[in-house]
């Protein structure tokens, strides 16, 4: 079975670093993009940005550019996202997903079971 | 910015059919996508390119998408179907997700 595994939940404080990440299996890593996507409490799905495995080919969201640095260790068929100085508005669910295809705007078929990121103040 | 509007909620009774709109600007000139989200679950694709169901996903699902409009169709609710819908398309160099639709089956 195709899946992509999460990191767990973390707490941390305002300014921290953090990295986490979305291990994939059963299927051919450097075939398609990953993305990250950003739920907030209570809200609906936001497109943080994708990466290609193979080439580490990166777009970004327009509210994450600058924000976040999203990368991938294909010896290790890992995507990761990370923040070097959290805030308190970063709080949220985190998802990583699959493409179904070749495209970075391919629809998103395989998703992770979320990491939940709390950053107190 | 490209931007996805969805209706906040759509009611439906049991064995009825719901639609579900997501309008945008050129939309029907791109593929759309559909999500499912269940409360404490991950997101479910149930649709993409408009019109195309996983496997998997049930046969009451369907989709179209004309002109600036796409359509999640759902036809004969059931209840498990009560769920967030999300629908999904891209604008030049981002993807942009709609603001989710709440459907009720009652």
């Known amino acids: 079975e195709e899946k992509l595994v999460q990191s767990g939940v973390q707490v941390k404080k305002s300014g921290e670093s953090l990295k986490i990440s979305c291990k994939g299996s059963?299927?051919?890593?450097?075939?398609?993009?990953i993305a990250w996507v950003r739920q907030m409490p209570g809200k609906g799905l936001e497109w943080m940005g994708v990466?290609?495995?193979?080439?580490?080919?990166?777009r970004y969201g327009p509210s994450s550019q600058g924000q976040v640095t999203i990368s991938a260790d294909m010896s290790t068929s890992t995507a990761y996202l990370q923040w070097n100085g959290l805030e308190a508005s970063d709080t949220a669910m985190y998802y990583c997903?699959?493409?179904?295809?070749?495209?970075?705007?391919?629809?998103?078929?395989?998703w992770g079971q979320g990491t939940m990121v709390t950053v107190s103040s | 910015s490209y931007a996805l509007n969805q209706p906040p909620s759509v009611s439906v009774s049991p064995g009825q059919t719901a639609s579900i709109t997501c309008f945008g600007d050129?939309?029907?000139?791109?593929?759309a996508s559909w999500y499912q989200q269940k409360p404490g679950q991950s997101p479910v694709l149930v649709m993409y390119?408009?019109?195309e169901r996983p496997s998997g996903i049930p046969e009451r699902f369907s989709g179209s998408n004309s002109g600036n409009t796409a359509t999640l169709t759902i036809s004969g609710a059931q209840a498990m179907d009560e769920a967030d819908y999300y629908c999904?398309?891209?604008?030049?160099?981002?993807?942009?997700f709609g603001g989710g639709t709440k459907v009720t089956v009652l």
């Open positions: 059963e299927y051919s890593f450097s075939k398609y993009w």
């Open positions: 050129r939309l029907g000139g791109m593929y």
């Open positions: 990466i290609f495995p193979l080439d580490s080919d990166i």
């Open positions: 997903a699959r493409s179904t295809g070749a495209g970075w705007y391919d629809a998103l078929k395989i």
């Open positions: 999904q398309a891209w604008d030049s160099a981002t993807v942009v």
């Open positions: 390119q408009n019109d």
